[in-house]
């Protein structure tokens, strides 16, 4: 099996619950892409280096197939890939949640979250000006959640708490880019504009625009590393 870096996997200590410590610990492997997509899933090797026996580590792999980091092909187990397919799915699905949280908060944000979230844009601004995108990143599902924890939905809410593992495994297979992290800002500056509008359904109009845009930028990213010519 091929990692980014072969001492992510380590022995795992003996605690009660230790099919949990092993699913945890194999998950955040494929979300930091540390176990890389497409990969072969070989069960026996992946029980050896965590120094477990296979009982625990068959109930972590059923876990990690029904929430689709892990996928079965002609008999054998991989990692599940990441292709320009899965991606638009994936963000289609996350906007058509997120909007309607959008539309469903609308109103309902005080100045003060407003202004708490807009203060940090100036300094994530001067962060990418030095080619650093991880104030960004850290800052991004905060920010979304300015509107998603006002919807009043709590599926809605269950939902894209579940989505946002695979789209953070799905970023870290993206990089960090930096022309793409301001374009993610200024849509974060619109999104705030729309917030402060009158006009109704401005903000869900925002939300939508904002997270199409980063599917389809990803995805032209994943499409054009597939074929060979992605930029690094």
């Known amino acids: 099996m091929t990692l980014t870096n072969e001492s992510a996997i ?26 890389q997509p497409g990969v072969p899933f070989v069960e026996a090797d992946i029980a050896r280096r ?9 109930e972590a792999v059923r876990r990690l197939e029904e929430e689709g980091f892990i996928e079965t092909q002609d008999g054998r187990r991989r990692v599940a890939p990441i292709t320009a397919e899965k991606v638009l799915e994936l963000y289609e699905f996350r906007c058509v949640l997120e909007k309607f949280a959008a539309d469903r908060s609308e109103g309902l944000i ?67 880019r930096v022309g793409h992290t301001k374009l993610a ?12 509008s009158p ?20 995805s032209e990213f994943v499409r054009e590393k597939q074929t060979g010519i992605a930029p690094d």
């Open 110 to 176: 005080s100045l003060k979250d407003i202004e708490r979230v807009s203060s940090k844009f100036d300094q994530l601004a001067a962060e990418l000006d030095r080619r650093n995108v991880q104030p960004f990143n850290d800052a991004d599902f905060e920010f979304h959640q300015l509107f998603i924890g006002r919807c009043g939905n709590r599926l809605i809410v269950g939902q894209l708490a579940k989505l946002e593992s695979q789209l953070k495994r799905v970023m870290n297979f993206f990089g960090k």
């Open 185 to 196: 800002l200024q849509e974060h500056l619109e999104i705030v504009e729309a917030i402060r």
């Open 10 to 35: 380590q022995p795992l200590a003996r605690p009660e619950l230790i099919s949990d410590q092993t699913y945890e610990s194999i998950r955040q492997l494929i979300i930091s892409c540390q176990l």
């Open 50 to 58: 965590l120094g477990i026996s296979r009982s625990p580590l068959r």
């Open 199 to 218: 006009k109704p359904g401005a903000l869900a109009k925002a939300v939508e625009r904002h997270i199409l845009a980063v599917g389809h930028r990803v």
